[in-house]
């Protein structure tokens, strides 16, 4: 079974004339945990977005977990999102005004598709130690370093146990060393949930942590 | 949890995380929202004071000159402004149907009018000593209730009178009052004079007067020179009870002077009978309070209600400001409500999070309102109402 | 007062009583003097109101001052009725009512005497105004404050009029007929007369008699400056009659010229010990007095003639 299925897709984006992203066909099976490796502006981040129902297609279909996003209304796609879904988004993405642990926790304030309980306060702190962030769980997010909220942002992808977590060049504010270490618990956390990763980098550190690579050439270079 | 997530609670910690800015617009808010109803408030208690003492002052006699002036000496004891009637005016208006009080407000006392009356006065308006006494004899005083609080004066205290008119040194003297009682807060200009028998009032003026000052080294009992009289040059006179035996007035009792003298009839028919007599009679007349203040309160009214418009352009701009601050606050946040879209907020939640704040400043700045409108009213109720 | 009828006075609990008026519900009516309460008890006999005077009624009027209570009192009162004619002195320092003050000699033709400052008794030192207070030896000038007393009373509430006028007119019966008594014992012509104490004044206009007011006490015996003003007067015309408001000391009378006739009238301020007031009563025994002097003129005749066995 397939946790990501593409069919002919095909995305214009207005006001960029002549960009156009197609693949016609992409399955990602269950529990994959994958790099997705590229240049910038290969389309990654795109690639991500439309998985994760934020961008619409303009033609062509893409199914999550065998449910397809396009069939989805605006509060149904993101209800999918936060229930299914975790997104680690590229640079800084932490509310600065909540604590550490409140930023972790954000998704469980988003809508009624998550029940916050003991069991997530729990989670939030395992993944925040497993992340070497044990120290600043009452610290204010305004007054983190990038490097220390990406590492924030990645526990709040997590912390709802999705079935599939997307991550847009989440080690891009990390040194080698810490990257390695981040990308090593990332996997072993998705590998003990059984998620299906699919981290969008350019960086050979990623590329090399993760059990499995696939160019976004070939992603694209897959279509008929 | 809603169906749209914590709305509130993000809203909530988002202010909290800003108070200086919440506080600053909730403020701004306040102001737009509580000034007018301050004014308004404001108004209308001076509005129903003024017109509540000028009830209570149902005519007022003295001599032709400004009416204003002479409703307002009379009800509100402003010194000065009118010229004076004889005492023989007082008996020949008196009747059974109207309680004619004498009235002569020429001096002051520590900054006080000192209120030259008689007992009528004190009937009339009902004016009870919460403590002590009301005056018995020349240079008694009875204080009113916050003149006493102001001063803190206490029954046995003594105060001397204020010389102002320096240049009149012709009769002029300056008169130890001793506070025999202070009355019960009455929320009108009761409150804030000294109340003298008339008689004591003349001795202020020099017209009633024994036949000398205390010696140097003299004091009245339980004073001393320095609280009693100053460094004032000019020694009061003696009032103490050896010495007024010796008081005589300077001239008949009929010439003496009064300021005005406030009528309070019994009944309408009484009034309109006054007011035919005084009517026929020359050299005096007669003024309705509520009349005088009708009048003025239409003027009240027209500056009112300019003051009203000016208010509302401040707060329709205060508002748009404070509108424009939350847009701008909104703005420069976009970042923030793109995430929480992504991460798959409810298409709800933002807009319920953005009406929350926008409501919780609203209702913080209406409960400011509220609060400042709400102590400006007691204080102003504490003050005005009788 | 003099000091032998303060003695007198004081021995005895004479009505009406002298006690602070008690403010009450009912009507009341408080009397400065001792003569205006005369008249209102006698018009107002009967009516519903309480009257009270004032003063203790062998007060000096030139001295007496109320106290505080007394005053706090009487500004309840609903009509204050006073002699005036500046007889109250406390009435000039004191805070009374402005219009339920009376004064009931204010339709009196004012008689202006000599300002003059003395002292008598132990009361102190006290000066006499512009003004002769002692109206009510006068019966007309009495009668009008009797008109003016009653026109007061018959403004109060509860008022019997019937009452009122009936008193009223017995009482001008009266003293038409005590002014007619005196007029018939003054004597005639009139000897020089001269008074102890300025007390006489409108008892003399009345009578048509000029009395000299020399200020003596009659406890002690005058100063060599009085003394020689005695002389003068003493010596202006035949059997000079000195009066007295009180018996004068033997020693007093053998100072004195021994040509002067001594005669002692009641100033009519205050009751006789151990009587009441009575008005027309005591100045019966002035009508006496003055008599003995027509009766006496005669040279073989006593010098030293009172009223009341006041000779000696």
Known sequence: MTAVSIRDLTLRRPGRAGFALQISRWDVPRGARVAIRGPSGCGKSTL???????????????????????????????????????????????????????????????????????????????????????????????????????????????????????????????????????????????AAQGTTALIATHDPVVVAAMPATVDMAGIIGGSP | ???????????????????????????????????????????????????????????????????????????????????????????????????????????????????????????????????????????EAVAGASAARVRGLQVGHTLR?????????????????????????????????????????????????????????????????????????????????????????????????LTAIVAFPKAPRDRDLLLDRIASADGIRAVRPDRVVSELLAIGHRVRDGLLVFLGLVGTATLALVALCLDLSRRLRAEETALLRRLGAHPMLVPRMHAIESATLIGLGLAFAALMTAAADTALAQAMTP | MTPLLAILTGCVSSPPSSAVPEPTASVSVVAGSVTVHHLAERIGAGQPWELSLLPPVDADPGTWRPDAAAVSATQAADLILLNGAGYERWVTTTALPATRVVRTADGVPPLQTGRRTHSHGSDGAHSHGDVDPHTWMDPRAYETQAVAVHAALSRLPGADSTALDAALHALRDQLGQLDADLQ???????????????????????????????????????????????????????????????????????????????????????????????HAEQAQTNVAALRSISRRRAPAESHRMGAGGGGR
Request: aromatic letters at 4%.
């Open chain 1, 48 to 190: 991500l977005s439309l998985i994760s129902g934020e961008l619409e297609a303009s033609a062509g279909s893409i199914s999550v977990l065998g449910s397809p996003i396009g069939a989805m209304d605006s509060a149904a796609r993101s209800a999918f999102r936060l229930r299914h879904v975790g997104l680690v988004p590229q640079g800084d993405t932490l509310l600065p005004w909540l604590r550490v642990r409140d930023n972790v926790l954000l998704p469980y304030r988003l809508g009624p598709a998550l029940q916050r309980d003991p069991a997530a306060l729990a989670r939030a702190d395992q993944l925040l130690s497993a992340l070497g962030m044990d120290h600043l769980h009452d610290a204010r997010a305004a007054r983190l370093s990038a490097g220390e909220s990406q590492r924030v942002a990645i526990a709040r992808a997590l912390v709802t146990q999705p079935s599939v977590l997307l991550a847009d060049e989440p080690t891009s504010a990390l040194d080698t060393g810490s990257a390695e270490r981040v990308l090593h618990a990332i996997d072993a956390l998705c």
């Open chain 2, 1 to 139: 949890m809603s169906l749209s997530g914590d709305a509130g609670w993000l809203a909530l910690r988002a202010l909290v995380a800003a108070p200086g800015r919440s506080l600053a617009l909730s403020a701004a808010l306040g102001i737009a929202f509580g000034m007018p109803a301050l004014t308004l408030s404001a108004a209308a208690r001076a509005q129903q004071a003024l017109q509540h003492r000028a009830r209570e002052t149902p005519v007022v006699i003295g001599a032709p000159g400004d009416t204003f002036d002479l409703a307002f000496a009379a009800m509100h004891f402003r010194p000065g402004g009118t010229r004076p009637l004889p005492w023989a005016t007082l008996e020949q208006l008196a009747a059974p149907g109207v309680l004619l009080a004498p009235m002569h407000v020429v001096h002051t006392a520590d900054g006080a009018p000192v209120v030259g009356t008689a007992p009528e006065y004190f009937e009339a308006r009902s004016l009870v000593a919460e403590r002590g006494r009301l005056p018995a004899v020349v240079g």
């Open chain 2, 161 to 257: 009178s204020d010389l102002e008119a320096l240049h009149d040194l012709s009769g002029e003297a300056p008169l130890t009052l001793t506070i025999t009682g202070i009355l019960e807060h009455t929320g009108t200009s009761d409150d804030n004079a000294l109340f003298t028998d008339v008689r004591t009032a003349w001795a202020l003026d020099g017209r009633l007067h024994g036949h000398g000052s205390l010696r140097a080294d003299e004091t009245l009992p339980g004073t001393t020179r320095a609280h009693a009289y100053g460094s004032g040059a000019v020694l009061p006179a003696d009032t103490r009870p050896d010495a007024l035996g010796a008081f005589h007035l300077h001239g008949g009792l009929a010439e003496q002077p």
């Open chain 3, 184 to 278: 018939a014992a003054a004597p005639v012509p009139a000897p020089p007369m001269a008074s102890n104490h300025p007390s006489f004044g409108h008892l003399g206009r009345r009578l048509g008699l000029s009395i000299v007011s020399l200020d003596i006490d009659p406890a002690v015996p005058p100063d060599a400056g009085t003394m020689a003003d005695i002389h003068d007067w003493a010596a202006s015309g035949e059997m000079p009659v000195m009066l007295w408001e009180a018996q004068p000391s033997a020693a007093v009378m053998d100072a004195l010229p021994a040509t002067v006739v001594h005669l002692t009238l009641d100033p009519l301020e205050h009751p006789r010990p151990g009587r009441g007031y009575a």
